[in-house]
């Protein structure tokens, strides 16, 4: 399989208040680049937030807006490209969330979420967080909540349900975005 996974962390609830982002590129099976960058957000920071990921408002200070870390990140978000994440919906969301608030245009390609594909080839686990599904797998994941360590496990997750169980049985679960 070869496909782009991505984790985002957030300053606050506002579904353009990236602080960071992560990609862990996949190709025949294993994760071959990493991508990471600290995102200056135009927002506030919450205290619930930080204490979760650990990033406050002096760690962003010098970092990049996420228009200027779109341009990097934009190639690996094209029609027939496959991005996957852990819990889609909340990344897909900061995703779409930033690009309306900066006004740049939604690209579209394919997005698969690990959460359902776990939840469906694992049933027995007693949840199916990241941590736990990785746990799980004896999949590392050093520093959860850290944007690069998350989207690294979310590819290994992927890459051990297509080794274990064929890229067939994950198709249904891919979603045209």
């Known amino acids: 399989m070869n496909f782009v996974a991505m984790d985002f962390e957030t300053a606050n609830r506002e579904k353009h208040s990236a602080v960071s982002i992560a990609l862990a590129v996949v190709r025949d099976n294993q994760v071959v680049d990493k ?3 600290l995102i200056k957000p135009e927002t506030t920071f919450s205290s619930y937030n930080t204490a979760i990921h650990g990033l406050h408002r002096q760690d962003v200070a010098d970092a990049p807006k996420f228009p200027e870390v779109w341009q990097t990140i934009s190639p690996f978000f094209t029609e027939n490209k496959l991005v996957v994440a852990h819990n889609a919906s909340f990344d897909n969301g900061i995703l779409k969330g930033t690009l309306q608030y900066y006004d740049i245009d939604e690209p579209h390609y394919l997005l698969l979420d690990t959460v359902q594909t776990s939840r469906k080839l694992f049933p027995n686990f007693e949840n199916h967080k990241l941590s736990t599904v990785a746990g799980n797998l004896g999949i590392t994941l050093d520093h959860h909540h850290n944007a690069l360590d998350d989207a690294v496990a979310a590819a290994n997750i992927l890459i051990y349900e297509s080794n274990h169980f064929g ?9 045209n975005k």
């Open 167 to 175: 890229v067939e049985v994950l198709k249904p679960y891919v979603k």
């Open 35 to 37: 991508f990471y960058s």
